[in-house]
Protein backbone atom coordinates (compact mmCIF):
# COMPACT_ATOMS: atom_id res chain seq x y z
CA UNK A 1 0.00 0.00 0.00
CA UNK A 2 1.31 3.73 -1.01
CA UNK A 3 -1.55 5.79 0.39
CA UNK A 4 -1.92 6.52 4.59
CA UNK A 5 -5.55 7.18 5.83
CA UNK A 6 -6.63 10.97 5.81
CA UNK A 7 -8.16 12.34 8.58
CA UNK A 8 -11.32 12.09 8.07
CA UNK A 9 -14.36 11.04 10.22
CA UNK A 10 -15.57 7.57 9.85
CA UNK A 11 -17.21 6.85 6.49
CA UNK A 12 -21.65 6.71 6.61
CA UNK A 13 -21.49 5.13 4.05
CA UNK A 14 -24.17 2.01 4.10
CA UNK A 15 -24.57 -1.02 1.94
CA UNK A 16 -27.03 -0.90 -0.83
CA UNK A 17 -30.09 -2.82 -0.20
CA UNK A 18 -31.38 -5.32 -2.56
CA UNK A 19 -34.48 -7.06 -1.77
CA UNK A 20 -33.71 -10.80 -1.08
CA UNK A 21 -34.42 -13.22 -4.38
CA UNK A 22 -37.90 -14.69 -5.29
CA UNK A 23 -36.32 -18.02 -5.31
CA UNK A 24 -38.05 -20.34 -3.03
CA UNK A 25 -36.42 -23.06 -1.36
CA UNK A 26 -36.73 -26.84 -2.80
CA UNK A 27 -39.09 -28.86 -2.04
CA UNK A 28 -40.07 -32.51 -2.14
CA UNK A 29 -42.84 -33.83 -3.75
CA UNK A 30 -46.40 -34.03 -2.10
CA UNK A 31 -47.06 -36.81 0.30
CA UNK A 32 -49.73 -38.68 -0.98
CA UNK A 33 -52.65 -39.46 0.27
CA UNK A 34 -53.16 -43.22 0.01
CA UNK A 35 -50.83 -45.91 -0.10
CA UNK A 36 -48.65 -45.29 -3.36
CA UNK A 37 -49.34 -47.71 -6.56
CA UNK A 38 -46.02 -47.69 -8.13
CA UNK A 39 -42.52 -45.86 -7.26
CA UNK A 40 -42.25 -42.53 -7.48
CA UNK A 41 -40.63 -40.77 -10.59
CA UNK A 42 -37.12 -39.57 -10.44
CA UNK A 43 -37.47 -35.90 -11.57
CA UNK A 44 -33.89 -34.42 -11.65
CA UNK A 45 -34.04 -30.65 -11.96
CA UNK A 46 -31.97 -29.43 -15.18
CA UNK A 47 -29.06 -27.13 -15.33
CA UNK A 48 -29.37 -23.36 -15.13
CA UNK A 49 -26.95 -21.81 -17.68
CA UNK A 50 -26.74 -18.51 -15.43
CA UNK A 51 -25.10 -20.37 -12.63
CA UNK A 52 -22.10 -22.12 -12.24
CA UNK A 53 -21.12 -24.29 -9.38
CA UNK A 54 -17.11 -25.37 -7.83
CA UNK A 55 -18.31 -28.71 -7.23
CA UNK A 56 -15.09 -31.13 -6.52
CA UNK A 57 -13.39 -32.30 -3.79
CA UNK A 58 -10.42 -31.02 -5.15
CA UNK A 59 -8.69 -28.57 -3.00
CA UNK A 60 -7.65 -26.46 -6.80
CA UNK A 61 -10.89 -26.29 -7.93
CA UNK A 62 -11.80 -22.48 -8.90
CA UNK A 63 -13.13 -20.10 -11.29
CA UNK A 64 -10.21 -17.24 -12.18
CA UNK A 65 -11.37 -14.03 -13.65
CA UNK A 66 -8.57 -12.16 -15.01
CA UNK A 67 -7.36 -8.46 -15.35
CA UNK A 68 -8.91 -6.57 -18.11
CA UNK A 69 -6.12 -3.59 -18.33
CA UNK A 70 -5.58 -1.66 -15.34
CA UNK A 71 -8.89 -2.84 -13.80
CA UNK A 72 -9.80 -6.68 -12.60
CA UNK A 73 -13.44 -5.98 -13.48
CA UNK A 74 -14.32 -2.01 -12.06
CA UNK A 75 -11.74 -2.86 -8.69
CA UNK A 76 -8.60 -0.16 -9.43
CA UNK A 77 -5.19 -1.08 -9.32
CA UNK A 78 -5.33 1.18 -6.02
CA UNK A 79 -9.03 1.33 -4.12
CA UNK A 80 -10.24 2.72 -1.28
CA UNK A 81 -14.22 2.04 -2.38
CA UNK A 82 -15.54 -1.28 -2.67
CA UNK A 83 -19.09 -2.31 -3.19
CA UNK A 84 -20.04 -6.38 -4.45
CA UNK A 85 -22.93 -7.99 -3.94
CA UNK A 86 -23.63 -11.72 -5.29
CA UNK A 87 -25.93 -14.29 -4.25
CA UNK A 88 -24.94 -17.92 -2.88
CA UNK A 89 -26.43 -21.70 -2.56
CA UNK A 90 -24.54 -24.43 -0.85
CA UNK A 91 -24.60 -27.34 1.97
CA UNK A 92 -20.88 -26.96 2.37
CA UNK A 93 -19.55 -25.73 6.01
CA UNK A 94 -15.90 -24.66 4.98
CA UNK A 95 -14.36 -22.50 1.55
CA UNK A 96 -13.11 -19.95 -0.10
CA UNK A 97 -16.19 -17.80 -1.73
CA UNK A 98 -13.98 -14.89 -3.21
CA UNK A 99 -10.02 -14.02 -3.23
CA UNK A 100 -8.14 -11.17 -5.09
CA UNK A 101 -4.67 -9.96 -3.33
CA UNK A 102 -1.61 -7.59 -4.22
CA UNK A 103 0.59 -10.79 -5.67
CA UNK A 104 3.03 -12.47 -4.12
CA UNK A 105 3.17 -11.14 -0.96
CA UNK A 106 -0.57 -11.26 -0.32
CA UNK A 107 -0.11 -8.08 2.07
CA UNK A 108 -3.07 -6.26 0.87
CA UNK A 109 -6.27 -8.52 -0.01
CA UNK A 110 -10.07 -8.81 0.10
CA UNK A 111 -11.64 -11.79 0.17
CA UNK A 112 -14.86 -14.22 1.81
CA UNK A 113 -14.94 -17.31 2.68
CA UNK A 114 -17.22 -20.07 4.29
CA UNK A 115 -16.12 -21.32 7.93
CA UNK A 116 -18.34 -23.33 9.82
CA UNK A 117 -21.11 -22.74 7.57
CA UNK A 118 -20.95 -18.97 8.42
CA UNK A 119 -20.08 -16.32 6.50
CA UNK A 120 -16.47 -14.19 6.50
CA UNK A 121 -15.95 -10.97 4.38
CA UNK A 122 -12.26 -9.47 5.23
CA UNK A 123 -10.09 -7.05 3.92
CA UNK A 124 -6.21 -5.89 4.62
CA UNK A 125 -4.50 -2.82 3.55
CA UNK A 126 -1.51 -3.68 4.76
CA UNK A 127 -1.76 -2.70 8.57
CA UNK A 128 -3.90 -5.52 9.85
CA UNK A 129 -7.16 -7.18 8.79
CA UNK A 130 -10.58 -6.65 9.50
CA UNK A 131 -13.05 -9.43 9.53
CA UNK A 132 -16.57 -9.81 9.86
CA UNK A 133 -18.27 -13.10 10.79
CA UNK A 134 -22.28 -13.81 10.68
CA UNK A 135 -24.14 -14.95 13.74
CA UNK A 136 -25.81 -17.21 11.42
CA UNK A 137 -25.45 -20.38 9.45
CA UNK A 138 -26.07 -20.03 5.76
CA UNK A 139 -24.93 -23.37 4.58
CA UNK A 140 -28.65 -24.54 4.23
CA UNK A 141 -29.29 -25.42 0.71
CA UNK A 142 -31.07 -22.12 0.26
CA UNK A 143 -30.28 -19.17 -2.04
CA UNK A 144 -28.70 -16.07 0.24
CA UNK A 145 -28.05 -12.51 -1.02
CA UNK A 146 -24.86 -10.56 -0.13
CA UNK A 147 -23.99 -7.06 0.28
CA UNK A 148 -20.43 -5.66 0.91
CA UNK A 149 -19.06 -2.61 1.21
CA UNK A 150 -15.20 -1.38 1.94
CA UNK A 151 -14.64 2.36 2.29
CA UNK A 152 -11.27 3.04 3.08
CA UNK A 153 -11.13 1.30 6.88
CA UNK A 154 -14.67 0.83 6.73
CA UNK A 155 -16.38 -2.55 6.21
CA UNK A 156 -19.88 -4.05 5.89
CA UNK A 157 -21.57 -7.01 5.28
CA UNK A 158 -25.51 -7.25 4.94
CA UNK A 159 -26.67 -10.89 4.52
CA UNK A 160 -30.47 -11.35 2.92
CA UNK A 161 -31.27 -7.97 4.01
CA UNK A 162 -31.55 -8.96 7.47
CA UNK A 163 -28.31 -9.34 8.73
CA UNK A 164 -25.97 -6.58 8.88
CA UNK A 165 -21.73 -6.53 10.24
CA UNK A 166 -19.96 -3.88 10.10
CA UNK A 167 -16.35 -2.46 11.86
CA UNK A 168 -13.14 -0.60 10.14
CA UNK A 169 -9.78 -2.05 10.04
CA UNK A 170 -6.66 -1.00 12.03
CA UNK A 171 -3.87 1.04 11.26
CA UNK A 172 -3.98 4.03 8.84
CA UNK A 173 -3.41 2.95 5.29
CA UNK A 174 -6.99 3.03 3.28
CA UNK A 175 -6.02 1.82 0.20
CA UNK A 176 -5.85 -1.60 -1.43
CA UNK A 177 -3.24 -2.50 -3.97
CA UNK A 178 -4.89 -5.17 -5.63
CA UNK A 179 -1.74 -6.24 -8.59
CA UNK A 180 -2.54 -10.05 -8.50
CA UNK A 181 -3.93 -10.51 -11.96
CA UNK A 182 -6.94 -12.70 -11.22
CA UNK A 183 -9.96 -12.65 -9.32
CA UNK A 184 -10.80 -15.88 -8.03
CA UNK A 185 -14.42 -17.77 -6.85
CA UNK A 186 -14.48 -21.28 -5.27
CA UNK A 187 -10.75 -21.94 -4.46
CA UNK A 188 -7.37 -20.89 -5.27
CA UNK A 189 -5.33 -23.08 -8.14
CA UNK A 190 -2.79 -25.33 -6.60
CA UNK A 191 0.27 -23.78 -5.02
CA UNK A 192 -1.56 -20.44 -4.19
CA UNK A 193 -1.52 -19.78 -0.23
CA UNK A 194 -3.46 -16.69 1.32
CA UNK A 195 -1.47 -16.96 4.03
CA UNK A 196 -2.74 -13.51 5.80
CA UNK A 197 -6.22 -14.50 4.82
CA UNK A 198 -6.45 -17.77 5.81
CA UNK A 199 -4.88 -19.65 9.03
CA UNK A 200 -2.97 -23.04 8.30
CA UNK A 201 -5.91 -25.01 9.17
CA UNK A 202 -8.25 -23.20 6.74
CA UNK A 203 -6.23 -23.66 3.96
CA UNK A 204 -5.71 -27.22 3.97
CA UNK A 205 -9.97 -27.29 3.20
CA UNK A 206 -11.29 -28.21 0.05
CA UNK A 207 -12.93 -25.64 -2.70
CA UNK A 208 -16.27 -24.68 -2.10
CA UNK A 209 -18.84 -26.58 -3.29
CA UNK A 210 -22.33 -23.97 -4.14
CA UNK A 211 -23.84 -22.01 -6.87
CA UNK A 212 -23.21 -18.75 -7.50
CA UNK A 213 -25.01 -15.72 -9.22
CA UNK A 214 -25.74 -12.10 -9.64
CA UNK A 215 -21.84 -11.27 -8.97
CA UNK A 216 -21.56 -7.61 -9.41
CA UNK A 217 -18.76 -5.32 -8.59
CA UNK A 218 -18.69 -1.95 -8.30
CA UNK A 219 -21.79 -2.15 -11.15
CA UNK A 220 -20.09 -5.06 -13.28
CA UNK A 221 -21.60 -8.15 -13.61
CA UNK A 222 -19.38 -11.06 -13.60
CA UNK A 223 -20.81 -14.25 -16.54
CA UNK A 224 -20.88 -16.74 -13.91
CA UNK A 225 -21.34 -19.31 -16.34
CA UNK A 226 -18.28 -18.25 -18.27
CA UNK A 227 -15.33 -17.36 -16.31
CA UNK A 228 -12.06 -16.77 -17.96
CA UNK A 229 -10.47 -20.20 -16.64
CA UNK A 230 -11.87 -22.81 -14.55
CA UNK A 231 -10.95 -26.30 -12.88
CA UNK A 232 -13.60 -28.51 -11.59
CA UNK A 233 -16.56 -26.71 -12.32
CA UNK A 234 -20.08 -27.37 -13.83
CA UNK A 235 -23.20 -25.79 -14.22
CA UNK A 236 -25.80 -25.95 -11.66
CA UNK A 237 -28.83 -27.64 -10.98
CA UNK A 238 -32.04 -25.00 -10.92
CA UNK A 239 -32.92 -26.37 -7.44
CA UNK A 240 -30.62 -28.69 -4.66
CA UNK A 241 -31.42 -29.90 -1.02
CA UNK A 242 -29.11 -30.96 1.17
CA UNK A 243 -27.54 -34.48 1.18
CA UNK A 244 -26.23 -36.40 -1.70
CA UNK A 245 -27.31 -37.58 -4.96
CA UNK A 246 -27.07 -41.12 -6.42
CA UNK A 247 -27.69 -41.09 -10.17
CA UNK A 248 -27.61 -44.84 -10.27
CA UNK A 249 -24.22 -45.34 -11.48
CA UNK A 250 -22.29 -44.47 -9.33
CA UNK A 251 -21.05 -44.93 -5.64
CA UNK A 252 -19.43 -43.73 -2.32
CA UNK A 253 -16.01 -45.91 -1.55
CA UNK A 254 -16.62 -44.42 2.02
CA UNK A 255 -13.15 -46.23 3.71
CA UNK A 256 -11.01 -48.29 1.88
CA UNK A 257 -10.28 -50.43 5.37
CA UNK A 258 -12.81 -50.64 7.89
CA UNK A 259 -13.96 -52.46 10.64
CA UNK A 260 -17.55 -52.98 12.21
CA UNK A 261 -16.32 -55.02 15.08
CA UNK A 262 -18.68 -56.63 17.82
CA UNK A 263 -20.93 -53.53 18.01
CA UNK A 264 -22.04 -51.54 14.78
CA UNK A 265 -24.55 -48.82 14.32
CA UNK A 266 -25.98 -46.52 11.45
CA UNK A 267 -28.08 -43.80 10.99
CA UNK A 268 -29.49 -42.59 7.40
CA UNK A 269 -32.18 -40.85 5.90
CA UNK A 270 -32.77 -42.29 2.65
CA UNK A 271 -35.62 -41.06 -0.89
CA UNK A 272 -35.82 -43.71 -3.28
CA UNK A 273 -37.42 -44.05 -6.82
CA UNK A 274 -36.72 -48.03 -7.34
CA UNK A 275 -37.55 -51.09 -5.48
CA UNK A 276 -34.17 -52.63 -5.05
CA UNK A 277 -30.93 -50.85 -4.76
CA UNK A 278 -28.34 -51.12 -2.40
CA UNK A 279 -27.68 -48.64 0.54
CA UNK A 280 -24.62 -49.63 2.69
CA UNK A 281 -22.48 -52.56 1.67
CA UNK A 282 -19.25 -54.47 3.23
CA UNK A 283 -18.12 -57.75 2.92
CA UNK A 284 -14.70 -59.29 4.42
CA UNK A 285 -12.96 -60.95 1.44
CA UNK A 286 -11.58 -63.86 2.87
CA UNK A 287 -14.75 -65.12 5.26
CA UNK A 288 -18.15 -65.03 5.13
CA UNK A 289 -18.64 -61.97 7.31
CA UNK A 290 -20.64 -59.18 5.92
CA UNK A 291 -23.69 -55.96 6.58
CA UNK A 292 -25.91 -54.84 4.04
CA UNK A 293 -28.23 -52.47 3.99
CA UNK A 294 -30.72 -52.47 0.75
CA UNK A 295 -33.72 -52.64 -0.82
CA UNK A 296 -35.20 -55.81 -2.49
CA UNK A 297 -37.96 -55.59 -4.35
CA UNK A 298 -39.87 -52.61 -2.03
CA UNK A 299 -38.63 -54.32 1.29
CA UNK A 300 -35.99 -52.35 3.46
CA UNK A 301 -33.47 -55.59 4.74
CA UNK A 302 -30.19 -55.27 6.79
CA UNK A 303 -28.00 -58.22 6.87
CA UNK A 304 -25.37 -59.35 9.19
CA UNK A 305 -23.03 -62.52 9.20
CA UNK A 306 -20.40 -62.78 12.29
CA UNK A 307 -19.24 -65.77 10.66
CA UNK A 308 -21.31 -69.26 10.56
CA UNK A 309 -24.91 -67.46 9.30
CA UNK A 310 -26.66 -64.44 8.12
CA UNK A 311 -29.44 -62.85 10.44
CA UNK A 312 -32.01 -60.99 8.68
CA UNK A 313 -34.34 -58.11 9.45
CA UNK A 314 -37.11 -56.90 7.14
CA UNK A 315 -38.95 -54.21 7.14
CA UNK A 316 -42.30 -53.79 4.58
CA UNK A 317 -44.80 -50.93 4.03
CA UNK A 318 -48.35 -50.84 3.15
CA UNK A 319 -47.40 -51.44 -0.29
CA UNK A 320 -44.26 -53.25 -1.99
CA UNK A 321 -43.87 -49.56 -3.02
CA UNK A 322 -43.84 -47.68 0.28
CA UNK A 323 -40.01 -47.23 0.52
CA UNK A 324 -39.63 -45.82 -3.69
CA UNK A 325 -42.63 -43.08 -3.02
CA UNK A 326 -39.65 -40.16 -3.28
CA UNK A 327 -40.38 -39.31 0.45
CA UNK A 328 -37.85 -38.87 3.29
CA UNK A 329 -37.56 -42.50 5.32
CA UNK A 330 -35.40 -42.27 8.64
CA UNK A 331 -33.85 -45.78 9.53
CA UNK A 332 -31.86 -46.55 13.00
CA UNK A 333 -29.54 -49.71 12.74
CA UNK A 334 -27.71 -51.25 16.13
CA UNK A 335 -26.00 -54.56 16.67
CA UNK A 336 -24.87 -55.59 19.75
CA UNK A 337 -22.87 -59.00 19.24
CA UNK A 338 -25.08 -60.92 17.90
CA UNK A 339 -28.55 -59.13 17.93
CA UNK A 340 -29.45 -55.98 15.76
CA UNK A 341 -32.64 -53.74 16.12
CA UNK A 342 -33.79 -52.06 13.05
CA UNK A 343 -36.35 -49.18 13.38
CA UNK A 344 -37.81 -47.03 10.41
CA UNK A 345 -39.61 -43.94 10.39
CA UNK A 346 -39.09 -43.98 14.28
CA UNK A 347 -41.73 -47.09 14.26
CA UNK A 348 -41.44 -50.46 16.11
CA UNK A 349 -38.11 -51.92 16.04
CA UNK A 350 -37.45 -55.06 14.33
CA UNK A 351 -35.40 -57.31 16.28
CA UNK A 352 -32.70 -60.11 14.75
CA UNK A 353 -30.62 -62.94 16.68
CA UNK A 354 -27.74 -64.89 15.83
CA UNK A 355 -27.93 -68.63 16.35
CA UNK A 356 -24.42 -68.18 17.31
CA UNK A 357 -24.29 -66.29 20.29
CA UNK A 358 -20.55 -66.91 21.02
CA UNK A 359 -19.11 -65.46 17.65
CA UNK A 360 -19.89 -61.76 18.27
CA UNK A 361 -18.15 -59.70 15.90
CA UNK A 362 -17.84 -58.74 11.98
CA UNK A 363 -14.66 -59.34 11.36
CA UNK A 364 -12.02 -58.07 8.68
CA UNK A 365 -10.27 -54.80 7.76
CA UNK A 366 -12.10 -54.30 3.89
CA UNK A 367 -13.73 -51.35 1.77
CA UNK A 368 -17.32 -49.63 3.35
CA UNK A 369 -19.26 -49.04 -0.01
CA UNK A 370 -22.44 -46.41 0.46
CA UNK A 371 -25.11 -46.40 -2.28
CA UNK A 372 -23.92 -48.92 -4.55
CA UNK A 373 -20.77 -51.64 -5.03
CA UNK A 374 -18.53 -51.64 -7.99
CA UNK A 375 -19.24 -53.59 -11.40
CA UNK A 376 -17.09 -56.42 -10.42
CA UNK A 377 -18.07 -56.56 -6.77
CA UNK A 378 -20.84 -59.84 -6.42
CA UNK A 379 -22.61 -59.52 -3.19
CA UNK A 380 -22.18 -62.05 -0.45
CA UNK A 381 -25.79 -64.21 -2.01
CA UNK A 382 -24.06 -64.34 -5.31
CA UNK A 383 -26.17 -61.30 -6.97
CA UNK A 384 -24.64 -57.93 -8.26
CA UNK A 385 -25.94 -55.06 -6.66
CA UNK A 386 -28.17 -52.30 -7.97
CA UNK A 387 -26.35 -48.89 -7.73
CA UNK A 388 -28.94 -46.29 -5.50
CA UNK A 389 -31.10 -43.56 -7.63
CA UNK A 390 -32.39 -41.16 -4.75
CA UNK A 391 -31.33 -39.20 -1.83
CA UNK A 392 -29.56 -39.85 1.64
CA UNK A 393 -28.61 -37.14 4.29
CA UNK A 394 -27.63 -37.58 7.61
CA UNK A 395 -25.40 -40.30 7.57
CA UNK A 396 -23.80 -41.12 10.73
CA UNK A 397 -21.62 -44.56 11.53
CA UNK A 398 -21.30 -46.00 15.08
CA UNK A 399 -18.34 -48.73 16.23
CA UNK A 400 -15.47 -49.42 18.59
CA UNK A 401 -12.94 -47.89 16.32
CA UNK A 402 -14.08 -44.83 15.12
CA UNK A 403 -16.86 -43.77 17.94
CA UNK A 404 -19.96 -41.98 16.88
CA UNK A 405 -19.54 -40.19 13.23
CA UNK A 406 -21.65 -37.72 11.37
CA UNK A 407 -20.31 -38.93 7.35
CA UNK A 408 -20.16 -35.69 5.38
CA UNK A 409 -19.47 -37.22 1.62
CA UNK A 410 -17.86 -34.03 0.07
CA UNK A 411 -14.94 -34.34 2.80
CA UNK A 412 -14.84 -38.62 3.62
CA UNK A 413 -14.81 -41.09 0.81
CA UNK A 414 -13.89 -42.08 -3.24
CA UNK A 415 -16.49 -41.09 -5.71
CA UNK A 416 -17.30 -43.35 -7.76
CA UNK A 417 -18.91 -42.55 -11.27
CA UNK A 418 -21.66 -39.80 -10.73
CA UNK A 419 -23.12 -38.75 -7.51
CA UNK A 420 -23.42 -35.66 -6.30
CA UNK A 421 -22.00 -34.63 -2.93
CA UNK A 422 -23.11 -30.97 -2.56
CA UNK A 423 -26.57 -31.79 -2.56
CA UNK A 424 -29.05 -33.72 -4.12
CA UNK A 425 -31.30 -32.68 -7.09
CA UNK A 426 -34.10 -35.10 -7.23
Known sequence: PTTTAPTTAAPTTTAPTTAAPTTTAPTTSPVPTGPPTSCAVANPAGLDPSMSIVRTNSSTAYMEYLRTGSRVYNIPLYSSLLMMSLEIRTVSAEGIIFYISDGIEQTDFIGMQMSQGRLMFAFDAGHGALTLTSTKKYNDGKWHRINLLRNARFGQMEIDSSEVLSGSSPGSFVGLSLRRESLYIGGLPAGMEPVRFLTDTERSRPSLQACFRNFVINNFQLNVAQPDASAGTSRCYSRLEPGAGFTGAGHVLLYQSYTPGVNFGIELEFRSFQQTAMLVYYRQKLAPDHIELELRNGVLEFTFNNGPDSVILEHSGSTNFSLCDGQWHHVYISKTGGQANMTVDRQTSVIGLSRYPTLRAVNGNDP???????????????????????????????????????????????VVGNVQTNGCNF
Open 368 to 414: LYIGGVPSTLEKADGLPAMDFVGCLRGVTLENSEIGRRPIDFQTTGQ
